[in-house]
Nanobody, 127 residues
Framework: QVQLVESGGGLVQAGGFLRLSCAASGSTFSIYYMAWFRQAPGKERDFVAAINWRGGMPYYIDSVKGRFTISRDNAKNTVYLRMNSLKPEDTAVYYC????????????????????WGQGTQVTVSS
């Protein structure tokens, strides 16, 4: 089992920044991908960014490229999401997810591939 605890959400004005953190504990050796998803009211949970826990290039949806940065600190078993130039459309509950290796192009962007989820943290961007 893997436990994920998120922190860092809040209320920010458009153009501002936030940094989300996700601390993993438990059987972290089973983790291959760590990712962030977000869910706005009345919408599906959407992929935002993912990173290979053991190295390699990160992945982003097009709408956050150049604004968001996902990174990891293996020593702390923590993944971060630095969000710059925030927009009102970024408002959502942000979830951290951890999962094993998967094959197939873009599999890291599929919520069903992830076995473990955090409780979510609210990000609200005011205009």
């Amino acid at each position: 089992q893997v436990q994920l605890v998120e922190s860092g959400g809040g209320l920010v004005q458009a153009g501002g920044f936030l940094r989300l953190s996700c601390a993993a504990s438990g059987s972290t050796f089973s983790i291959y991908y760590m990712a962030w998803f977000r869910q706005a009211p009345g919408k599906e949970r959407d992929f935002v960014a993912a990173i290979n826990w053991r190295g390699g290039m990160p992945y982003y949806i097009d709408s956050v490229k150049g604004r968001f940065t996902i990174s990891r600190d293996n020593a702390k078993n923590t993944v971060y999401l630095r969000m710059n130039s925030l927009k009102p459309e970024d408002t959502a509950v942000y979830y951290c997810a951890a999962g094993p290796y998967c094959s197939g192009g873009g599999c890291y962007a599929t919520a069903g591939r992830y076995a473990y989820w955090g409780q979510g943290t609210q990000v609200t961007v005011s205009s």
